[in-house]
Structure formats: structure tokens, C-alpha cells
């Protein structure tokens, strides 16, 4: 496999030929909002179809994208949705320099932003008991395949997509797809995406070099996973790992082509779907 030939096979395709060769696995909406919306109202229908049918409900969910969770809140609030048999389990969480999840107060942490941002603002009544609610962290790491395994798997894997193919922060490496729950070390690429997206001034020094993560195992073993890709600025960093997610040859290198096989749809907008003006 020559992957830099392969990308820039890829990278030719318009967005409909990509629709039409991706048979179902690909869906392009026209922006930004129309994909939090479809994300969020993906989430509120699997939820409400499973209460009506006195399932309970339970997913893997991401912090990035996050423009989905006030659309969600919304409809949760405002339909009367009941969340008292989900289970939830967040993808990951940043680590200080000793291996440990940043606290809830730190401006990077992915549990205070979902705290602050969803589940402070649901109505009491209506929402998740914080036992069901799971956030990786160092404590937690050795039992959560245990936990997600005791009631009854994922149904639902949703996340986004980081540039070099992880999902969560499963970065490329050998044996990949059976990692499990753990730390891990970010490589350069996303620690340097992520800086430049995430309000801190690109402070590449300061960015955490670790993280908490649910192994692709988990993310693999899901009955379906619905990733929602998007650029989400001015760079279009993302039309390349678009393309590999949903059509590329499986390998450790781009850990999202690891899906290939599963139950899997990729929601994208028309920017990220888009030639890019160069093809190198």
C-alpha cells in the first residue's frame, strides 16, 4: 500500500463521486450547523426510540465535535426526554505531565466543558444518574472494558475524527485496533492541531502531552459508529482524513481506516468534502 499515491487518488474525488462510490457509509450536508443538528438529533431519536421501547440506551460520545450538545439540550429540555436509562461513556480526557486527568476546572477538560455545556443545564427530572455518566480517568482505566461489557456493549459509537485518523485519542500504532482503556502519548500533529483550535494561542510548550483514552476495542466493538468529520474553521485539515475514513486500505497508520467492516456512517459538510486547491 502506498498511502501518499492512495491520498491523492483520493483527494480528486468531488464530493459526489465520493457519495456515490461510498454506497450509504458517506453523508454530505450543507454546513457546519446542518451537521451538529444532524449529530444532535441522531443522538435525542436513539435515545427516544429506545425509551418508547423500554430499552436502555448506551453510547460512546465525543468532545469534538461538541456543536451538537446545545442543539441537544434543547430537545432534550424542551421534548421531555428522559436520559435515567442511558449510559454514557465519553471518549477521553487530557492528563497532566504524571499521567492523570486534568480536573474538571482546567480550561482543556472535556468533562467540565460536557458539565458546564449539557448535563448542569438538563432538568433534573430528566437527566442521566451521575453513575451512568463515565469520563475516563487514571482511576477508572482498568474497569471500564469491564464496565461498558456489564451493561450490554455500545450500541452507538459517536466521535469526530482527529487529522492523523484517531478516534478518541487513539493515535497510530502497531496493534491499534485491540488497544484498550489507557494513557497515551499525543503525537506532534494533534497536539499541534489541537493548539491551534483550541482559544490557547497555539502554546505548544503548554499543551498536554498525554491522555485518557477508550481503546479502538471499544470503539470497534460498537454496534454502529456514526463519525461526524469537519474542518470547523478557515483550514481545511480534514479533507484528507475524510477520504481515508470512509474509503482507504485499514491501517495502524490512520486508525479511523480500522472501521472498514463495521456498521459505519461519516457525516461531513460540503467545505471538508470539497477538492482541496492543491493536490500534492
Known amino acids: 500500500m502506498n498511502r501518499a499515491q492512495e491520498i491523492r487518488e483520493l483527494l480528486s474525488l468531488s464530493a459526489r463521486e465520493m457519495v ?3 454506497q450509504g457509509k458517506l453523508i454530505v450536508l450543507s454546513d457546519l450547523d446542518a451537521v451538529h ?3 444532535a438529533e441522531s443522538i435525542f431519536d436513539e435515545i427516544d426510540q429506545n425509551n418508547q421501547a423500554g430499552r ?3 453510547l460512546i460520545l465525543p468532545v469534538g465535535p461538541v456543536g451538537q450538545y446545545p ?3 434543547e430537545l432534550i429540555n424542551r421534548r421531555r426526554l428522559s436520559l435515567k436509562t442511558c449510559h454514557f461513556f465519553f471518549m477521553d480526557e ?3 505531565e504524571d499521567g492523570r486527568a486534568i480536573g474538571p476546572d482546567h480550561p482543556l477538560s472535556f468533562r467540565g466543558q460536557m458539565m458546564r455545556d449539557l448535563f448542569n443545564r438538563i432538568d433534573p427530572a430528566l437527566n442521566i444518574p451521575a453513575e451512568q455518566l463515565i469520563f475516563p480517568n487514571e482511576k ?3 474497569t471500564l472494558a469491564a464496565s461498558i461489557k456489564s451493561v450490554g456493549g455500545i450500541d452507538t459509537c459517536y466521535g469526530g475524527i482527529g487529522i492523523h485518523g484517531h478516534v478518541a485519542f487513539n493515535e497510530p500504532e502497531p496493534g491499534v485496533r485491540d488497544s484498550g482503556p489507557r494513557v497515551v502519548n499525543l503525537n506532534d500533529f494533534t497536539i499541534t492541531i489541537n493548539a491551534i483550535r483550541a482559544d490557547v494561542g497555539g502554546n505548544l510548550e ?5 491522555a485518557v483514552t477508550l481503546g479502538m476495542k471499544q470503539i470497534l466493538g460498537a454496534r454502529r459508529i456514526r463519525l461526524y468529520c469537519r474542518n470547523g474553521g478557515p483550514y481545511d485539515w480534514a479533507n484528507t482524513v475524510l477520504r481515508l475514513a470512509v474509503f482507504s486500505e485499514p491501517g495502524d497508520d490512520y486508525p479511523v481506516t480500522l472501521i472498514r467492516g463495521k456498521d ?3 457525516i461531513t459538510d460540503e467545505a471538508t468534502a470539497a477538492t482541496p486547491r492543491y493536490i500534492l
Open 20 to 22: 456515490e462510490r461510498a
Open 56 to 58: 436502555p440506551t448506551r
Open 206 to 210: 503548554g499543551f498536554p502531552r498525554q
Open 264 to 266: 459505519f456512517v461519516v
Open 37 to 39: 443538528r444532524h449529530c
Open 94 to 96: 487530557y492528563c497532566d
Open 71 to 73: 442543539i441537544l439540550l
Open 140 to 142: 477508572n482505566l482498568s
